[in-house]
């Protein structure tokens, strides 16, 4: 479904994404995992083009998604994207904030859309949250809401960059059972996280990067129980240090 | 001061008219209306193009910007009144002339406070925006100037306020607003130019003060709608 062909990228002289191939099946759930600054983040935002490439080829569906001629926003409606903040918009309501892409983009009229939104809140467990605004939110609400606007445009390919990272510990699994529900029920899915445990139990594979680089592909079992790679057996061991979590 | 007023209220309130042009408050009112109706727009349109990554809808955009921060509004006022006629071949009414000033001038001012309003929303939201495949238009639409103008509000309340006052300098080249009828008011009684001036001052305070306080309120209720769905 997607395939990465010696993608490259750079940051000034910084090489954020260095010759990296990879392919990923429909209906696969792909974790990406590795330090800070490894591409991850990168990676998975060159995939909607929110991050251009210096080189080598991304395909969609055997498609170069660079290729002339594309319409991007149409390109762009059909991969959900998930943020690390969130972004809903603050000023539109949890329903409006799932209605206005379809409306707009699609075309959908608004009692579809509204009728879809409020099916997709309820299936996050926010059907009773759908007039409350962004700020009257917790931050694993805000961030269920915003997997349900996602949802709403039907994609065929759902990213998430870091989905928990910037919430509070005791919001975490919220928005990670949503996920692996998501998981279950047959969904594309590629996830960048520092979640092991829910990539040991959910994922069908991990790619693990350092210094733009995939180093280590494998099964969640081969990954935490015989990973391959010197800097992947470091990463996984200083996880499982005292002060550690998630492990 | 009370026979000031019984005999001159209808002259300061409309000039001349029905006999002669409309004027006095009657012609600042509009001319502050249209002038803010105008300059918001286009204020908007400047700003989104100072903002833009194309260099060609930046640059003179910015040129302009530059050029009206740095000329006194008289002179774009004069320069107006002789450049309009020369340019467009025909006799350009005061009221026009003095319009077309203010919106350039106001244009240029507004574009500054839009772009600081839309450069102060979050990257994340723009990002998103396209993410769901929202195009420039509508995500700019949709989702950052809503937000960014409700942010612009003290700044744009305060550039609304300078463009009613800026009204009086229609005086300059005889145009019979308010501050121009009452110095003819002044002209003819003489002996109280204290009051004729002071009830102008009153009228520009009371003007700005309602403006300021309407749009308060609209932020006001802008806010509970908000707070309380």
Redesign the interface.
């Known amino acids: 479904m997607i395939e990465f062909r010696n993608v490259g990228k750079f940051y000034g002289s910084f090489r954020a994404l260095d010759d990296v191939t990879e392919t990923i099946a429909r209906g696969e759930v792909v974790v990406i995992s590795g330090p800070s600054g490894s591409g991850k983040s990168t990676l998975i935002r060159t995939i909607n083009r929110l991050e251009p490439i210096d080189s080598g080829q991304i395909l969609l569906f055997g498609q170069d998604i660079h290729r002339p001629g594309l319409d991007v926003d149409r390109f762009r409606s059909g991969i959900g994207f998930v943020f690390q903040q969130f972004n809903l918009f603050p000023h539109l309501s949890a329903l409006d904030n799932c209605t206005l892409a379809p409306m707009k983009v699609r075309g959908v009229s608004e009692a579809e859309a509204r009728e879809r939104a409020l099916a997709l809140l309820d299936r996050v467990g926010l059907a009773d949250k759908a007039r409350s605004y962004p700020a009257q939110l917790s931050g694993g609400q805000q961030q269920r809401v915003a997997i349900a606007r996602a949802l709403a445009m039907e994609p065929p390919l759902m990213l998430f960059d870091e989905p928990t990272s910037a919430l509070d510990p005791e919001m975490v699994s919220e928005v990670l059972l949503v996920i692996r529900d998501l998981a279950h029920q047959g969904q594309t899915l590629v996830c960048v996280t520092h979640e092991m445990g829910f990539a040991r139990e959910v994922a069908d594979r991990i790619l693990f990067m350092d210094e733009g680089k995939i180093l280590e592909r494998a099964t969640p079992e081969d990954f935490f129980d015989r990973p391959q790679h010197p800097r992947t057996q470091q990463f996984l061991s200083d996880l499982r240090s005292p002060f550690a979590r998630n492990v | 001061m009370i026979d000031l007023i019984h005999n001159y209220w209808l002259y300061f309130l409309i000039g001349q008219y029905p006999d002669g042009p409309l004027g006095g408050l009657a012609l600042t009112l509009l001319l502050g209306v249209a002038a803010l109706g105008l300059a918001l727009p286009l204020g908007i349109v400047l700003g989104l193009a100072r903002t833009s990554s194309l260099r060609a809808l930046r640059w003179p955009v910015t040129a302009l910007v530059y050029v009206v921060r740095g000329t006194p509004l008289l002179m774009v006022i004069f320069w107006a009144y002789f450049f309009l006629p020369a340019v467009t071949g025909h006799q350009t009414s005061q009221f026009t002339t003095m319009l077309a000033a203010l919106v350039l001038f106001n244009g240029a001012y507004l574009a500054e406070i839009v772009r600081a309003g839309i450069q102060g929303i ?1 990257r ?2 723009s ?9 420039y238009w ?1 995500s700019m639409r ?2 950052i100037l ?2 960014a103008l ?1 942010n612009m509000l003290p700044s744009l309340v305060a550039q609304f306020v300078t463009t009613l006052k800026e009204t009086s300098l229609g005086y300059i080249i005889g145009l019979s607003e308010v501050s121009f009828i009452a110095g003819q008011i002044n002209a003819q009684v003489i002996t109280q130019p204290v009051q004729v001036y002071t009830i102008l001052a009153l009228t520009y305070f009371l003007m700005c003060f309602g403006l300021s306080r309407v749009v308060r309120v609209l932020e006001k209720r802008g806010e509970r709608s ?1 707070a309380t ?1």
């Open positions: 979050p994340g939201q990002e998103c925006a396209r993410a769901l495949g929202l195009g509508q949709a989702v809503p937000q409700r908000v769905q």
